[in-house]
């Protein structure tokens, strides 16, 4: 069910400039591209972002699940990612960001989705907080 959800948000998404209704209507959205920590096939997700000056926030909360998503798994395993926001896509490369940096990004994606929190709620995991670099 996730699977044909999350092609439901990436084919809107692709069809429409980068903008989907439903659940994600407003939101920052970014298609995340990742390389499997196993398989090594390249599996696309819709993840909700910050910007962040020249970085993109992305939180694996995994909707509060207690473990992470598949995303987070592969960015450890491969740190480079394509991503897709609006009609432009590049390759970028995942920084993990802990400590009070991460728990203040947390709180400013919480700010603006308030979802997040619940997500924290949910858990009795720490909540993996990274940022997207363009690659050079």
Not at 36 to 51: D, E, I, R
Request: no cysteine.
């Amino acid at each position: 069910m996730a699977d044909n959800f999350n092609q439901q948000v990436i084919d809107e998404f692709r069809a429409n400039d980068g903008k989907v209704g439903g659940y994600f209507e407003g939101s920052a959205l970014v298609l995340l591209t990742t390389k499997g920590a196993k398989s090594g096939k390249p599996t696309t997700t819709p993840v909700m972002y910050l910007p962040d000056g020249d970085r993109y926030v992305i939180i694996a909360s995994n909707g509060g699940a207690d473990h992470h998503p598949a995303w987070y798994h592969n960015l450890r395993a491969h740190p480079s990612a394509t991503a897709e926001i609006g009609t432009e896509t590049f390759e970028a490369k995942a920084e993990f960001i802990d400590g009070e940096e991460r728990d203040q990004l947390y709180a400013r994606m919480v700010a603006i989705a308030p979802g997040f929190a619940e997500y924290e709620a949910k858990t009795t995991r720490h909540i993996p907080v990274l940022a997207l670099h363009r690659a050079a």
